[in-house]
């Protein structure tokens, strides 16, 4: 596995038609456009872009913020569009609040009224997985560029149908893997590309999301499997990409084992330290708890009730096209949170720990990530990152990293790159990069596989074969 900063962006054509019961129509993957395949921005005439945000709920909060305050000067927000019409109205509010201008709301129904009456430069995606493939492609075939969070689908079906629609349509399509805008992944990613641990051979990379975080999941819509694709869809995904993108490679091949220890319960009821008050958080109670009036829908359930039918436990070997193999886990019940990835080289090792937080805490508290100032809370875990190098007969070296908070931190260089990115660094945008952070069709593609292939394997037992989801990930 040979680390490059230009990994191949291309879909071979002739993709062969899966078999499974996710099929989707067959694409010509060859006919995707470079530019449109690999995030490269295409050229604006103006440089404040009218954006509509598809789906209202917790994450896209980290847009509506950003549009209206830091990059108010380049980005709009034009319209909204949600399932739930109290939840449009506390957004739009919102938007009004800060910039003295309702966007216009539209209902889920209407999102194709919304395309063509507002007619936004930019979509912003951040609806539930599930509905991803639909949302993207009908903004891609208005002409609109489309801004998804990751994951970009959560099936072999949503893969092809956003690939068929990134090939007819002349807008650009992002896919949010904020992770590579991290410091302390970019570092992983310099010092590959260096070659200072030769070619990668293997990988062994453990995610642990604290009881705390875990617990959330089985609380929220991303329980149904069918909804989010579990945690290899959803969460792995994150992952997934890193290592693709450290090490350029292809993934190939995907075997896993999981299932769900611990957030099952032959009452369905978990203990007091499970349960939250979702009015004592001002944006969750105005979001969820008033509005469940209208749909049903519970942000804060019990996450041992039934009906779950995702994995809390969760492993894969993968195999990928150079030869290297990755060893995977994710932990959804752990009682600290953070990670750990060692990455062995034809000529060194690199090691990379991590700890968000040292221990899970009940209730609401227990959801928020501390920031980089925060005073530490454990002395034998202490929060933060260690990068250490190691090349054969050389002594360890610890490589300094910047303080920083993970994902809060990413998600801030994400959307500097997401919303100014349309423009020039001599105008404000955001400049070269390097790194290749900004990820394309191709990437979401390769992300979202593993976990796609890895579902397949968990209910058959066996190895899937990429190639068998029917896009050809080169």
């Not at 949170?337 to 062995?344: F, K, L, T």
């Not at 508290?365 to 100032?373: M, N, S, T, Y």
């Amino acid at each position: 596995m040979t680390s490059t900063l230009a990994a191949s962006t291309t879909l071979a054509a002739g993709t062969p038609r899966p078999s499974g019961s996710d099929a989707g129509p067959a694409v010509d993957a060859g006919r995707v456009p470079a530019a449109a395949a690999s995030g490269t921005a295409r050229p604006a005439s103006v440089a404040r872009r009218r954006s509509a945000v598809v789906g209202t709920g917790q994450r896209a909060g980290a847009y509506l913020d950003a549009m209206t305050a830091e990059h108010a000067d380049v980005a709009e927000v034009a319209a909204l569009c949600d399932t739930n019409a109290d939840r449009l109205d506390v957004r739009a509010e919102q938007v009004r609040g800060r910039t003295g201008v309702p966007p216009r709301r539209f209902g889920a129904p209407d999102l194709g009224r919304m395309l063509s009456d507002v007619a936004p430069d930019v979509v912003v995606v951040t609806s539930p997985d599930r509905h991803h493939a639909h949302h993207v492609t009908a903004a891609l075939d208005a002409g609109a560029d489309v801004v998804v969070e990751k994951p970009l689908t959560i099936d072999a079906a949503g893969m092809y149908s956003i690939a068929d629609a990134v090939r007819r349509s002349s807008g650009r399509l992002t896919v949010t893997h904020n992770y590579r805008y991290a410091a302390r992944n970019a570092a992983v990613r310099r010092i590959l590309a260096e070659g200072r641990i030769g070619d990668v051979v293997s990988v062994h990379f453990e995610w642990l999301l604290d009881t705390a975080h875990g617990a959330d999941y089985f609380r929220r819509w991303h329980r149904d499997k069918a909804a989010s694709g579990g945690l290899l869809v959803h969460k792995a995904s994150h992952h997934v990409d890193l290592v693709n993108w450290w090490t350029g490679d292809v993934p190939e091949s995907v075997y896993a084992r999981g299932g769900r220890h611990v957030y099952q319960h032959p009452d369905g009821v978990g203990g007091p330290e499970f349960a939250i008050d979702l009015t004592a958080d001002a944006d969750l109670s105005a979001l969820y708890a008033g509005p469940a009036a209208l749909d049903g829908y519970r942000r804060d359930r019990d996450p041992f009730s039934p009906g779950a039918t995702i994995e809390d436990t969760l492993s894969m070997l993968v195999g990928y096209r150079s030869g290297a193999a990755m060893t995977y886990a994710l932990t959804a019940h752990s009682p600290w949170e953070g990670h750990r990835v060692a990455i062995n080289g034809t000529r060194g090792r690199l090691e990379l720990d991590v700890v968000e937080r040292c221990h899970a805490r009940p209730g609401l508290e227990g959801l928020v990530v501390p920031d980089g100032g925060a005073p530490a809370c454990c002395e034998v875990r202490r929060r933060g990152g260690r990068l250490v190098v190691q090349e054969q007969w050389g002594v360890a070296e610890e490589v300094p990293l910047d303080a920083e908070a993970g994902h809060v931190e990413g998600d801030a260089a994400m959307l500097r790159d997401v919303l100014r990115g349309h423009l020039p660094a001599d105008r404000g945008g955001a400049g070269d990069d390097p790194l290749g952070r900004r990820a394309g069709l191709v990437d979401g593609l390769r992300a979202v596989a593993v976990g796609v292939a890895g579902n397949r394997s968990l209910a058959t037992g066996q190895v899937v074969p990429t190639s068998a989801l029917g896009v050809d990930l080169a």
